[in-house]
């Protein structure tokens, strides 16, 4: 299998910047990995707050344990500058692995060409 294809399999199915350490690219993987792991950081820690909100509310009597009252809240959107930050993690991210893929691939493909 060809560099260029790894690369790219590992920054799609792994994560950003994978596929830029298996082709030496250190710096471009470092940040590719940390721009992403604090987007994900960020999305995942902003979901399990409003899931410990939920389950608080569940437990004080404010919600009733239906699917149909926690859905709801659920479907609330957040407002402000939490959207704003939600929005702008969820971007990065996918900013970062469609660069990664695509980049892992361009780098591969010069390096394939050239035999290395």
Known sequence: MQK?????LLSALVFPGA?????KKYRSAAVLVSVSFTGLYYL??????????????IQSGAVA???AAITDLLSKQ????????????????LICW???IV????VGRTRDRQGR
């Open 98 to 100: 469609i660069f990664g």
């Open 44 to 57: 995942i820690s902003n979901a399990i707050e409003k899931g410990v909100q939920i389950a608080e509310a």
């Open 4 to 8: 260029s294809t790894k690369a790219v």
């Open 19 to 23: 596929g830029h350490l298996l082709l």
């Open 78 to 93: 957040a407002t402000g500058s939490e959207a704003q930050l939600v929005n702008l993690a969820t971007v990065a991210v």
């Open 103 to 106: 980049d892992a691939y361009r």
């Open 65 to 67: 344990p239906d699917v």
